[in-house]
């Protein structure tokens, strides 16, 4: 399947409307990264179906159609944004840590740590008994059998994958729970009246009056809440001072967003979220599945406290099977189910691989923001409270279904040179930022972040109304 056939697809299984997709042009498709999977499919076709998305809600809101164009190559690059950031002409500080990676247990099977936060690896060396040396936890995961290792670091809420051929992971309880969801879902989960798009302001751009709350930290989600951004919506993310956080991916998924903070385990400061729920139009939140509704934040409460509110909600594994709360990042995602395995085969590694970017994180940010758009559109022609789910798993299965590339490892790279005509530059309270620029361009509402990325909790817990915009 190429890119446009599988944009076709997305834009049918979302319910749009089929002459829309005359608005869009893919270009430059014929050049993907070095990797055994068609990862330039899933850039191009994601990040096209949530730029036609943006392009038909302008549609409908103003009656103009508009021309809509996405490089494949530029799509790629922003699969890779985190790489190409630069402030004040400096890469940030390194994203992971020296004890992220494979390691080669007693049984000669390799299970990946992920220990990027530093509570996961203050857990990780908890039961491992060992100090944070690499060669140490290396000496110490040698004595464990991986499989059992991997469940103890599950169970213990930590940060870790057996890595797993394609057919373990097919054999897996978890892929068989969620081998009958589909690539996303959008969902109607309550009654409410039909609403405009955008509260009744001036559609000067495809999102303009749209409220989102992003609850969202590290790549996925908070790809969706930037999406959003960059077509108008005012897209508030909240955070919590005792929560960790990445500082290079605030920079780079923090673009046109405002930052507050509220700690949920305070009732004020949860009563004060709850107001600003009452106020919003999506709810965007990439906690393990039920984890939000021990604070009152359940799906169905939040409609009840919302009717008409698109509720958009990103995991790991999926909401069902035994791993619905499993924590778990792109990397280890590609671990469990065979990604990682194939790469290194096919690169003759002894050791697994990796794909050349973080494509199941871009690629369900993009999925999630197109979900959103659609239900937005949903809700404003029949009415009713909504639900997107997304996951990476599930994402990982796209990929995977879409075949291996035949020598796909000898594919071109993406030189400084290439994607040096793809950056933005922006001063922001961090210095001077340079990052990848949105990639698709449209000829009425060529995207863009009104402003620069901020530090964490800059903003009161507010919305701001259409005259402070």
């Not at 670091?153 to 729970?177: I, N």
């Not at 495809?206 to 969202?216: A, T």
């Amino acid at each position: 399947m190429d890119a446009n056939a599988a944009l076709t697809s997305l834009w049918s299984m979302a319910g749009g409307a089929p002459d829309a997709l005359d608005m869009l042009h893919m270009t430059d498709l014929a050049r993907p990264l070095p990797s055994v999977f068609p990862v330039d499919v899933i850039a191009a076709a994601s990040i096209a179906a949530q730029a036609l998305a943006a392009a038909q809600l302008w549609r409908e809101r103003t009656g103009r159609r508009q021309r809509v164009e996405v490089s494949g190559r530029r799509a790629l690059a922003m699969f890779r944004s985190e790489r190409y950031l630069r402030v004040d002409g400096r890469s940030p500080a390194e994203l992971r840590s020296p004890i992220t990676g494979y390691f080669r247990a007693g049984d000669e099977r390799w299970i990946q740590l992920h220990a990027n936060f530093p509570h996961h690896l203050a857990g990780i060396l908890r039961v491992l008994q060992c100090d944070g040396e690499r060669a140490s936890v290396a000496r110490a995961i040698a004595r464990w059998q991986a499989g059992e290792l991997d469940r103890r670091l599950a169970d213990a809420g930590l940060c870790a994958a057996l890595v797993r051929t394609p057919d373990e992971w097919r054999a897996h309880p978890q892929a068989a729970a969620i081998a009958s969801l589909p690539l996303f879902e959008i969902i109607r989960i309550g009654d409410a009246p039909p609403e405009p798009i955008g509260r009744g302001v001036a559609a000067r751009r495809p999102l303009s009056g749209v409220r989102m709350l992003d609850l969202s930290r590290v790549i996925a989600a908070p790809v969706a809440g930037r999406t959003f951004a960059q077509h108008g919506a005012q897209v508030l993310a909240v955070g919590a001072a005792h929560l960790p956080n990445l500082l290079p991916l605030v920079i780079d998924n923090g673009r046109g967003k405002r930052s507050a903070q509220l700690d949920l385990r305070a009732p004020r400061e949860r009563d004060l979220l709850l107001d600003l729920v009452r106020d919003a139009d999506v709810f965007l939140q990439a906690y393990r599945p039920g984890a939000l509704a021990a604070f009152g934040l359940s799906p169905e409460a939040l409609c009840a406290l919302r009717p008409g509110l698109v509720q958009v909600t990103l995991s790991a594994y999926g909401h069902l099977g035994p791993w619905a709360r499993r924590r778990g990042f792109d990397s280890l995602v590609q671990s469990a189910t065979g990604i990682a395995w194939q790469e290194g085969q096919a690169a003759g590694l002894a050791q697994p691989g990796r794909l050349p970017c973080q494509a199941l994180d871009h690629a369900t940010g993009f999925l999630a923001a197109f979900g959103a758009m659609m239900a937005l559109r949903r809700r404003e022609r029949e009415g009713g409270s909504w639900l997107v789910r997304v996951s990476l798993a599930q994402t990982g299965r796209w990929l995977q279904s879409l075949g291996l590339v035949q020598n796909g490892l000898a594919a071109p790279e993406l030189g400084d040179d290439e994607v040096a005509p793809w950056l933005q530059t922006v001063d922001s309270p961090f210095g001077l930022v340079r990052a990848v620029a949105p990639v698709e361009r449209m000829s009425l509402t060529p995207p863009r972040f009104d402003t620069p990325p901020v530090p964490l909790g800059t903003h009161a817990p507010a919305w701001l109304d259409a005259s402070e915009r």
